[in-house]
Structure formats: C-alpha cells, structure tokens
Antibody, heavy 120, light 110 residues
Framework: QVQLQESGPGLVKPSQTLSLTCTVSGGSISSGDYYWSWIRQHPGKGLEWIGYIYYSGNTYYNPSLKSRVTISVDMSENRFSLNLTSVTAADTAVYYC????????????WGQGTLVTVSS | QSALTQPASVSGSPGQSITISCTGTSSDVGSYNLVSWYQQHPGKAPKVMIYEGSKRPSGVSNRFSGSKSGNTASLTISGLQAEDEADYYCCSYAGDITYVFGTGTKVTVL
C-alpha cells in the first residue's frame, strides 16, 4: 500500500517561500498510475486543490495559485515537492500530499498533513 | 473556479438515512462522471468513500452510496452510525486538468 509523508518547516515568514516535500513509500512515483498532488486546508475550513505533477514532469495548478506555485518531482528519491512563493498569513494551512488516480480521478492515498504557519 | 456547494450541516439519528448534496455547474459536476466523496474525522486526513460518482473503494461500507443528477451529486449514508459523524467533502474534475472541492458538510449523529 502506498504511503505518503509530508516534511518541511512548520513556520514560514511572510514574503518568503514555503517549501514542502512528500516522500512516497510502498510504490514507485514513476508508476504512471497517479498524479502526485498537493491539497491544503485552512484552519477550520474546507479543502483546496493546489496542483499536481505526473512522473513525466507535467504539472497542473489551481488557476488561483498558479503564479506562485511550483511542484517538482525527484524520481531518484521517490518524492515530490511544493514551493509556494510570496506567502502571507492567508497561506497558513494544513498541507496534504495525496495520490490522484489517473484513471478514476480520486485522491486515493493521503499523507497525514503538516501545519504550516505564516508569521513573523 | 468556484467551490462546489454543499450544505454546511446535516444531522440524523442512529439508523436513519441522510443525503448530502453537492451542487456544481455544467463545467464540472454536470460534464464529467468524476465526482468523489471524502470523509474527514477531526485532526485526520480525508478518506475516499466514493469515486466516479457511485463506486465504493474496497473496505468502504455499503451503507455509503453516491449518485448524480445534472449538476448535482449526492452522497447517501444509510443506517447512520456514531462513527459516521465527520466532515464530508465532494470533489469533481473541472476540466482543463483541474479539480475543485466542495465547501464541506458536517454530519452530526444525534
């Protein structure tokens, strides 16, 4: 069974870049079965799809975040990463990585989530 | 790309059935059979309960069922149990390789 684990700083200063990594175990990130995704949840709020990457390197982003988001993949380490630039307090959220099934379009496996707080 | 609309809360007594609606547009829910539903308990990651509108992943109780009519998808929980108390989110493919989530519904078991 695929397992995902987020890692990265829990505190980021305003205007800086938020960087998170998701390590995949129990499966290969190059399998082609999944889009490797990032989703966030503001405190007490709903889920927001950020974007995803295919093992080929093709990326797809939420239009509302597209100008600030970069998702990359490191197949040698079986992990993928999120960079979100110019953060503000509005980017404070729990960030989840998840595997989006290519054929059926559902988020099958999820990481436990990591809280990132933007504050000086 | 606006969030899909769900009722903020739905409640029911043990053993009853409840239905959660998820209203989108002809650009998302209405155009694709790629609606999924997620259950989220407090402090936990979401868990997929329904995919492709009405299919259940292995291990999900058959008390959970999904359907769609026009621009609205629905999740029905029958034989409501205490463990079903959680937040529920719908999600739909929205074209142009993008996805959109619903606003979320808090289910309370009375």
């Amino acid at each position: 069974q695929v397992q995902l684990q987020e890692s990265g700083p829990g505190l980021v200063k305003p205007s800086q870049t938020l960087s998170l990594t998701c390590t995949v175990s129990g499966g290969s990130i190059s399998s082609g079965d999944y889009y490797w995704s990032w989703i966030r949840q503001h405190p007490g709020k709903g889920l927001e799809w950020i974007g995803y990457i295919y093992y080929s390197g093709n990326t797809y982003y939420n239009p509302s975040l597209k100008s600030r988001v970069t998702i990359s993949v490191d197949m040698s380490e079986n992990r993928f990463s999120l960079n979100l630039t110019s953060v503000t307090a509005a980017d404070t959220a729990v960030y989840y990585c998840a595997s989006l099934v290519v054929i059926t379009g559902n988020f099958e496996y999820w990481g436990q989530g990591t809280l990132v707080t933007v504050s000086s | 790309q606006s969030a899909l609309t769900q009722p903020a809360s739905v409640s029911g007594s043990p053993g009853q059935s409840i239905t959660i609606s998820c209203t989108g547009t002809s650009s998302d829910v209405g155009s694709y059979n790629l609606v999924s539903w997620y259950q989220q308990h407090p402090g936990k990651a979401p868990k997929v309960m329904i995919y492709e509108g009405s299919k259940r992943p292995s291990g999900v109780s058959n008390r959970f069922s999904g359907s769609k009519s026009g621009n609205t998808a629905s999740l029905t929980i029958s034989g409501l149990q205490a463990e079903d108390e959680a937040d529920y989110y719908c999600c739909s493919y929205a074209g142009d390789i993008t996805y959109v989530f619903g606003t979320g519904t808090k289910v309370t078991v009375l």
